[in-house]
């Protein structure tokens, strides 16, 4: 079954931003991380490997994998090709729209300003990224944000923390968070997965559903 936009973002508290350097810590990591409870993964394309990961995290039961740090149009197609099922963009252009139309793939794009919320809005996307969200005005600005606009729903992401991200979290219009602190590069080459799943499971826990 096909999920949306808006049910893929309220299947996890935390959607990890995962960078994969060793295409061999895709499907451990994956596992890992559905293990705790965290079953939607975000693969950038920040490294090379970028797709390859994706491809073989799609085939791991219970994940849910998008793509993340989508700049280029090609990158749709290409990323949809490999498994993914959403994508992930830190702003939005005339272009990405018209690739994320043409590929199919529901798009979450990054907005950092009431304007650029607006904007979006007027594209059809009511489910934004806030980006990045500690430097846009944190918790405040969705706040602010939510008084005119209370019909979008957000996943802010750039400077959220296990420290900060249930104060996010709080916030009526935002409907999970993205964080890097689920995939600790000392845990990656160290293949420390056990931790890997305990951090997953306490981000889990950070809200109740």
Not at 48 to 64: D, K, N, T
Request: charged share 15%.
């Amino acid at each position: 079954m096909t999920m949306t936009l808006l049910e893929i973002m309220r299947t996890s508290n935390v959607i990890p931003v995962i960078a994969i350097d060793d295409p061999e810590h895709a499907v451990p990591l994956a596992r890992a991380l559905v293990a705790g409870g965290i079953r939607v993964l975000e693969v950038t394309l920040r490294t090379r490997h970028g797709l390859e990961a994706i491809r073989a995290m799609a085939q791991v039961p219970g994940a849910i994998v998008g793509v993340g740090t989508l700049t280029q149009p090609e990158q749709f197609a290409a990323a949809r090709d490999a498994g993914a099922v959403f994508g992930v963009s830190p702003g939005l252009t005339r272009a990405l729209i018209a690739a994320a139309a043409s590929s199919g793939l529901p798009l979450l794009p990054g907005v950092m300003t009431p304007s650029e919320v607006m904007a979006a809005r007027e594209q059809g996307f009511l489910q934004l990224k806030l980006f990045p969200a500690v430097p846009a005005g944190g918790v405040g600005m969705l706040n602010a944000l939510y008084g005119p606009l209370p019909d979008v729903t957000f996943c802010p992401t750039g400077g959220i923390s296990q420290e900060n991200a249930s104060q996010f979290l709080s916030c009526k219009n935002v409907a999970c968070v993205g964080g890097s602190w689920l995939t600790p590069k000392a845990a990656l080459l160290a293949g420390d997965w056990e931790h890997i799943t305990a951090l997953a499971k306490a981000a889990s826990s950070l809200r109740e559903r």
